[in-house]
């Protein structure tokens, strides 16, 4: 019994350095979201796809799922944490569906957690060097399979969809997948057995709080977005289309 409560405690404790860089991944997220709703709603010149929000953005979507990858090494029960993030991404799916058909959000980033966490038993049964080879693998063939024209979308958890297919938010398999499983290989080399092998003490801090709250923010952070600046927009501080 008392074993069992030690793993629990170790599978619940805080990593600081992953919270933080957890943050950090969300906060360029909610600026690029911030830019997309300005240019979108209110005509400004924010262009989220190109300059230095754009790089930041290419570069830390992969961290985030690599941080997720590792993360999954802690957790005792992958079944309900990935109830619970598609419970949310169903959510989002069916706010979407009423809020942009066009552009509705099949298989967003919360989707892509959610499968992934299922798969994560499946991923840590490798042997780590093939499931890093297959990690290489899958990431090398993003651009191939994105250029795809497939005349379905049916298959566009895992990439292939036809070019007419838009979405507000949109992380496939491949070749994020590849991200994933490096975190799934990374995670005991790093923390094993749950410890870190260097303990960094970070004060409290707003990237830190975010990176402890990432689904809670993730599921909130557009619909506030969305308010502040609608309010904004009433009271004339910035300017409508």
Request: proline share 6%.
């Amino acid at each position: 019994m008392r074993v069992q409560e030690k793993s629990d405690t170790v599978a619940r404790q805080r990593i600081a350095e992953l919270d933080f860089l957890r943050g950090a991944c969300l906060l360029v997220m909610i600026i690029c979201h911030l830019a997309w709703d300005l240019h979108m709603y209110y005509g400004y010149p924010a262009y989220y796809r190109q300059g230095w929000l754009h790089w930041a953005f290419m570069v830390l979507a992969p961290v985030f799922m690599v941080l997720a990858g590792i993360s999954s090494s802690f957790s005792r029960s992958h079944g309900k944490r990935a109830a619970r993030v598609l419970f949310f991404a169903m959510a989002i799916t069916l706010f979407t569906f009423f809020y942009d058909r066009e552009q509705v959000i099949l298989f967003g980033i919360l989707h892509f957690m959610g499968v992934n966490m299922l798969l994560y038993p499946y991923y840590r049964r490798l042997n780590p060097w093939l499931l890093t080879g297959i990690a290489l693998v899958v990431i090398s063939l993003g651009r191939t399979v994105a250029g795809m024209d497939l005349p379905t979308d049916l298959l566009l958890p895992l990439g292939f969809r036809s070019a007419a297919y838009r979405s507000l938010d949109y992380f496939p398999m491949i070749p994020y997948a590849g991200f994933f499983m490096f975190g799934t290989v990374l995670g005991p080399l790093l923390y094993p057995r749950g410890k870190p092998r260097l303990v960094l003490n970070l004060p409290p801090n707003p990237l830190s709080y975010l990176g402890q709250h990432s689904l809670t923010v993730y599921v909130l952070h557009q619909p506030v977005l969305v308010s502040v600046l609608f309010v904004l927009n009433a009271l004339g501080i910035i300017r409508g289309q």
